[in-house]
DNA sequence: CCCTTTCTGGAGTGGTGATTCCATTCTGTG
DNA sequence: CACAGAATGGAATCACCACTCCAGAAAGGG
C-alpha cells in the first residue's frame, strides 16, 4: 500500500546505495519534514526546523535530498500514505452505502478531533504547492489519484454488482466525493465548524444513493443516519 | 457590492486620512499585490514584485500598511470582490434550476481559460493561509460568507417559492455547492483538465434538481445539458 | 582487518527580502 | 499663500535562511 517517497528522477544527490542506517536517517527526516510543513506550512518551515525535528545535522538534509524543493518532494509522497493510512481499514472496502456512510463519519470525526485546524494533510499541501512548479503539482496529482482509485474501486464494485444504475458513472461519482471532502474539509478548517464538510460529503452520499438500484422509500433526502 | 478592503481594525498605520491621491495608491498597491499573490503566493510576492508592479516605491507599502500581513489581509478583501464581481451578473440570480446549470457552466469556462492555471484566487489563498493565523482565516472564512449568502439566497428564493421540497436545506446546499466548486476546482488545478469541476459541480446540481417539486422524469440523472 | 564508501557534526557564508530612515515634494485648507 | 500634514524616492539596515565545506566517525564488503 505504501508508496516509495523516493522522487521519481534525478532526486537524492547521493548514490542510489543507503545503508540500512541512512535509510532510517532519510525516514526520520522525511517524517519530521512532513509533520511539520503539514501542520504549519511549507514555506513556514525552515531547514533548521527540520533538522532539529529530526535530531539530525545540517548537512544530513543535503547529504539525502538534493534541495528543499526535492525534500518537498518526498513529503508529498509520504503525506499521501499518511492521509489514506488514516482512512483504512474503511477506505479498502467502499463498496455499500453504509460503508461509504461509515467513512464520512471517520473523516468527519478526524476533522472534529484536530477541531478542523490543519484541514487536509494532501489538501493543504496542494493548496500551497499547486503553482509552486510542475514537479510539485505532478506529485500532489499522483497522491490524489491514488486516493481516487480507492474511491472509485468501491463504486465500480458497487456498479459491477448491479446495486448501481447503469447511467452511474463511479468515476465522476469518485471525483465528485474527492471533491466535496476536499472543498468541505477546506472550509470547515477556516470556520472551525464540521458543518461545510458534512454538507458536502451528505449531498454528494444522498446523489449517489439516489443512483443505487434498490432505493427504499423513494424520498429525495436518502436514509441519512440522523 | 464592494467591501472595503481595509483590515478590520488597527491596519493602515497611518491616520485615517487619506488623500484623492493616497487612495488611488493605495488602491494600486492593493491590486497590484492581489494580482502578483493570486497568480504565484502570498509567500512567493516579494515586496519588492508589488511595488515595481504597482509602479511605487518601497516607502509607500509601509506608508500604506502596517508590514506585509496586514496587506494581504487588505487583499484578502480584495480577491473576495475580484471573484464575486467575475460571477456576475448570474450569481445575483441563482434562483432556478437552469440559472444554477448556467453558473456552472460561467464557472467552468473561467477555468478553461485559464487552462485552469492558477485555481480559484480566493480557494488558492484560502489554502495557503488557512493556518498563518486569525486575522488572515478569519477574513478568507469572512469572503466565504460572502459568496455562500449569495448561493444561498438564490435557493432559498426557490424554496419559498416551493421549487424546493419542504425537506430541502437552502443552506446545507449552498455549503455543498460551494464545497463541489472549491475541491473540484483545486482538483482540475492540479491535473489541468476541468474534469474534476464539472464531475463535482454536475453531480451536487443533479442532487439539487432531485430535490425539486417538478422533477420531470423521474430518471436520477436529472436534466443535464449535453 | 583494511579500505572504500557512506554518514555525521557543526561552523560558516552568500544572497535575499522585509522593513526603516530621512530628505524632499506635493495637497489641501484656513 | 503659508503651513501642517500627507505622499514619495531611494539608499541603507538587518535578520534570516537555504545551502556549503571539511574533517572525522561508522559501516560493510572483500
Redesign the interface.
Known sequence: MNARDDDSAALSRVPARLTRKGQATRARIVDAAARLMI???V??TRTDDVRAAAGVSASQIYHYFEDKPALVRAVIGHATDLVLEAQQPVLGQLDSMAALRAWRDHVVELQRSHHC???CPL??L???L???GDSA?GA??AG?ARWETALREGLTTMYERGEL?P??DP???A??L???????I??S???RDT???R??L???L??IE??TTAPGP????GARKR
Open positions: 501542520e504549519t506550512s514555506a513556514g485546524a490543519g484541514g489538501g493543504s496542494a493548496g500551497e499547486a503553482e509552486a503539482r500532489l496529482a490524489f444504475r447511467d452511474a468515476e465522476e461519482l471525483l465528485a474527492l471533491a466535496a471532502l476536499q472543498g468541505g477546506l472550509l478548517q477556516l470556520r458543518a461545510p464538510m454538507a458536502a451528505d449531498t454528494t444522498d446523489r439516489s443512483l423513494r424520498t429525495g433526502e
